[in-house]
């Protein structure tokens, strides 16, 4: 009964304690209010006590702060037993005075001050079994990996994986003002189509009322759409699916596709440096803005800085296999990249350029899809390329077929059903500008941005092969 009342008198508490709005733990805690009373809403995640005196560590998304209750004026013992008592990831609103502090504090972002507190209410009590301990998730790679997918509620709640969902949604708002202010328009495509996107087998099929249809591989057959209906210049943000049983650190069964297409007036090379430009001014953003992000996960996950070139380099793709060639590649002229040669490359490039970002142009006709623009010089080749961050693919892109006829000569070579795919055939019938573009995937970029090892460090809710929920 004593313990139904104290916290009844705790809910009433709370009703009759109105603070004023509740700063952030920024970095500026403590510079612009030494020894001012403040209040603040915080997820509790540390308690220690000492004799009269207990140590709190609050946190607020990626900035943590240490926190004191002791015995005096301001508090009594038992508040210090209350304090004591909270359990790890409940939320807390405090009151209290920031003090400067002689010594640093290591273990949290805010080092030169810390929290006096007044007055401790609990807003949201946490059970006092989790999961997981968050401690568990700043432990190295592949350590307790799987319980960190599984709780979602708890995981992301690191200063490191805070850190990297904010940078990755400052990709995307680089990504769409940069466009924006180049003269983009953005669309919103279907997800669900009549025929696969990109060819081949790997596509999702689901039923769609007495048939059959798909989930989009690609937005890009209604990009092309878009600029034969005199858009110019688009892109897109939104959901890519691709039912490819690969349970790699790199592959996703949806991802979040970052898609440009426009019309180009002399060359498709004009479409490379649009593209190229775009990425360089996400990675100017990030390096001049997000400072504080890409040192909190470098704690956790050191890695170099990242490089890149401007202009962006760009090598040819068969002098991409001389290189690999004279490293001691066996590969045959024609022949895809696979995953080690592409990190090899990388590698090479990074050793002969000093770039983390590159370009590789001109990829064989045999390995790219049917609305791929032939080389018009060698037929072997094609006016299309791909885009490395540290040895590894986040765009792949090419010059599209505007014409109608070529266009369904290439569909029938890859066994496309032509029905199916009649009404995009049908839109270069009416006039149609030459043009290309690219598909990025927005988590692969985050990750090789940041050094990262696994894509699904920058997936909020991962999906592959073994995993659909949460």
């Not at 006096?116 to 568990?136: C, G, K, M, T, Y």
Request: aromatic share 8%; charged share 25%.
């Amino acid at each position: 009964a004593n313990m139904e009342g104290q916290k009844a008198k705790r809910i009433v508490d709370m009703a009759l304690y109105k603070p004023t709005v509740a700063p952030v733990l920024t970095s500026e805690l403590g510079v612009a209010s030494p020894n001012e009373r403040a209040p603040a809403d915080a997820y509790c995640i540390v308690v220690i006590v000492l004799g009269k005196q207990c140590f709190l560590v609050l946190r607020q998304q990626q900035f943590n702060v240490q926190a004191l209750v002791a015995v005096g004026e301001r508090a009594s013992k038992q508040m210090v037993k209350f304090a004591a008592n909270i359990n790890k990831e409940s939320i807390v609103d405090v009151e209290a005075v920031v003090k400067k502090v002689e010594q640093t504090i290591e273990s949290c972002s805010q080092q030169d001050v810390e929290l006096h507190i007044e007055r401790i209410f609990v807003v949201s009590q946490a059970e006092p079994r989790l999961p997981l301990q968050l401690e568990d998730c700043v432990r190295p790679e592949g350590e307790g990996d799987e319980v960190r997918m599984r709780a979602r509620a708890l995981g992301p709640r690191t200063t490191t994986s805070q850190a990297i969902f904010r940078l990755q949604s400052r990709v995307c708002q680089l990504f769409r003002d940069t466009l924006t202010n180049k003269g983009f328009v953005e669309i919103q495509t279907p997800k669900i189509i009549s025929a696969a996107s990109e060819g081949g087998a790997n596509v999702f099929t689901v039923s769609y009322f007495k048939t059959s249809a798909y989930l989009a591989q690609s937005p890009q057959l209604y990009k092309q759409m878009c600029i034969c209906a005199d858009f110019d210049k688009v892109f897109c943000v939104g959901p890519v699916f691709r039912a490819e049983d690969s349970n790699t650190h790199r592959h996703l069964t949806e991802f979040v596709g970052l898609d440009i297409e426009l019309a180009f007036n002399y060359h498709y090379h004009e479409v490379i440096e649009s593209i190229t430009d775009t990425m360089v001014q996400i990675f100017k953003g990030l390096r001049d803005k997000f400072q504080t992000e890409i040192q909190t996960v470098g704690k956790q996950y050191p890695s170099e800085p990242f490089k890149f070139l401007e202009p962006t380099l760009r090598l040819e793709y068969s002098e991409g296999v001389a290189m690999l060639r004279e490293a001691g590649v066996e590969m045959g002229d024609e022949e895809d990249l696979s995953t080690p040669n592409e990190k090899l490359l990388g590698r090479l490039v990074k050793e002969k350029y000093d770039t983390d970002f590159y370009v590789l142009d001109k990829y064989p006709l045999a390995v790219r899809p049917f609305y791929t623009m032939p080389d018009p010089n060698d037929k072997k080749y094609s006016n299309s390329y791909d885009m490395f961050m540290r040895g590894e693919e986040i765009l792949s892109g090419a010059q599209r077929i505007h014409d109608a006829q070529l266009l369904t000569e290439r569909a029938m070579h890859h066994n496309i059903d032509l029905e199916k795919i009649k009404s995009y055939i049908d839109s270069f019938r009416y006039g149609a500008p030459p043009h290309g573009g690219g598909g990025i995937g927005l988590e692969r970029v985050c990750m090789l941005y940041l050094g990262l090892h696994n894509v699904r460090q920058t997936s909020m809710f991962p999906r592959d092969p073994k995993r659909l929920t949460p």
